[in-house]
């Protein structure tokens, strides 16, 4: 069974600028979360989404959104793009969500110039 | 709200040399406990996980358990390997309350040869 793929794996972009990342579940999954990862603040809970719902959201701006399409897969923005958005943003899928172990994509590389 | 503390690294042993990374954890309720392990350049791999007290998980050659009353969740393995080389996470979800993980700061593992 093939893994949690993301796309795309390094993106540069310009202060202002907006950026979309995607993420294909493990086939099967039905949900799938987010994760902001940087030096300073480690591992961060974004959002959740659950049957095209987001069902949990971590304590980032409104800049930061997403979707979830009806095959699971899912897509993340940010608008207005700041410096101290650069990060390894990390997508995670289970089955149904709750206490069932996540699986992580290798994650995309974003830096903001 | 929920947090989780990780002994700082990094942490440098030598090929076959005992490993302790500790973890104690902040939730209230019951949560379930896992430990991640990063390669550098990849996304998260779950090592192993420990839904209730005194539950042990192992992977490996890795174990750690479930400690209610010391609120802990220390990885150990008895031999490691330069292979173990990577960064490990301790990370908590609170049953019943969505699927968001909350991390430690990862520990990063060096085994030298």
């Known amino acids: 069974k093939a893994g949690v793929t993301q796309t795309p794996r390094y993106l540069i972009k310009t202060r202002g600028q907006q950026v979309t990342l995607s993420c294909s579940p493990i086939?099967?999954?039905?949900?799938v979360s987010w994760y902001q990862q940087t030096p300073g603040q480690g591992l961060q809970f974004l959002f959740e989404?659950?049957?095209?719902?987001?069902?949990n959201k971590g304590n980032f701006p409104g800049r930061f959104s997403g979707r979830q399409f009806s095959n699971s897969r899912s897509e993340m923005n940010v608008s207005t793009l700041e410096l101290g958005d650069s990060a390894l943003y990390l997508c995670?899928?289970?089955?149904?969500?709750?206490?069932?172990?996540?699986?992580f994509g290798p994650g995309t590389r974003l830096t903001v110039l | 709200g929920n947090s989780v503390t990780q002994m700082e690294g990094p942490v440098t042993l030598s090929e076959e040399a005992f490993l302790t990374i500790n973890c104690t954890y902040t939730?209230?309720?019951?949560?379930?406990l896992f430990w991640y392990v990063q390669y550098p350049g990849e996304g998260l791999q779950l090592l192993l996980k420990a839904t209730k007290a005194d539950d042990k998980g192992s992977n490996k050659g890795f174990e750690a358990t479930y400690r209610k009353e010391t609120t802990s969740f220390h990885l150990e393995k008895g031999s490691v390997q330069v292979s173990d080389s990577a960064v490990y996470f301790c990370?908590?979800?609170?049953?019943?309350?969505?699927?968001?993980?909350?991390f430690g700061g990862g520990t990063r593992l060096m085994v030298k040869p």
């Open positions: 995670a899928s289970s089955l149904v969500g709750g206490a069932d172990t996540q699986y």
């Open positions: 939730a209230t309720g019951y949560p379930s």
């Open positions: 989404y659950f049957s095209e719902t987001q069902r």
């Open positions: 086939s099967g999954h039905r949900s």
């Open positions: 990370a908590l979800i609170r049953n019943n309350a969505g699927n968001m993980l909350t």
